[in-house]
C-alpha cells in the first residue's frame, strides 16, 4: 500500500503565509510526478503545481510568482510554500503521485486527504 499524507494547512490572514508538505509512504518503487491540486466549494480540482523526479516544473498561472514548490527525493516528499496569499486561495488542498510499486507495475495516480487552507481577508 502507498499513503499519501500532507501536513501544513490552515488558517492565515491574507498576505500571509504557508507551507504545505507531503511525504508518500508504503510500497514505492519510484515517483514521477508529485505536486498539489486544490478544490473550493462549488469548483473544480484544479492543478496547483507539480514537480517531476526530474525537476520539471508545471503549475496554474495564478501561483506563479507566489507558490514555490519543491521536491525531496530522497526522502520522498513534496512541499509548497505559497506566500502573498489570498482570499481566492482558500480551498482543499490535494497531495498526488505517481507512483510505480515495482518495477514491473505502471506509474498509478494516488492522492492524500487534503488539508485545508483558509485565507482570511
Known amino acids: 500500500q502507498v499513503h499519501l499524507v500532507e501536513s501544513g494547512g490552515g488558517l492565515v490572514q491574507a498576505g500571509g503565509s504557508l507551507r504545505l508538505s507531503c511525504a508518500a509512504s508504503?510500497?514505492?518503487?519510484?515517483?514521477?510526478?508529485m505536486g498539489w491540486y486544490r478544490q473550493a466549494p462549488g469548483k473544480q480540482r484544479e492543478l496547483v503545481a507539480e514537480?517531476?523526479?526530474?525537476?520539471?516544473?508545471n503549475s496554474g498561472d495564478y501561483v506563479k510568482g507566489r507558490f514555490t514548490i519543491s521536491r525531496d527525493n530522497a526522502k520522498n516528499t513534496v512541499h509548497l510554500q505559497m506566500n502573498s496569499l489570498k482570499p481566492e486561495d482558500t480551498a482543499v488542498y490535494y497531495c498526488?503521485?505517481?507512483?510505480?510499486?515495482?518495477?514491473?507495475?505502471?506509474?498509478?495516480?494516488?492522492w492524500g486527504q487534503g488539508t485545508q487552507v483558509t485565507v482570511s481577508s
Open positions: 514537480i517531476t523526479s526530474g525537476g520539471v516544473i
Open positions: 498526488h503521485a505517481y507512483i510505480r510499486t515495482s518495477r514491473y507495475d505502471s506509474y498509478r495516480l494516488y
Open positions: 508504503g510500497s514505492i518503487f519510484s515517483i514521477n510526478g
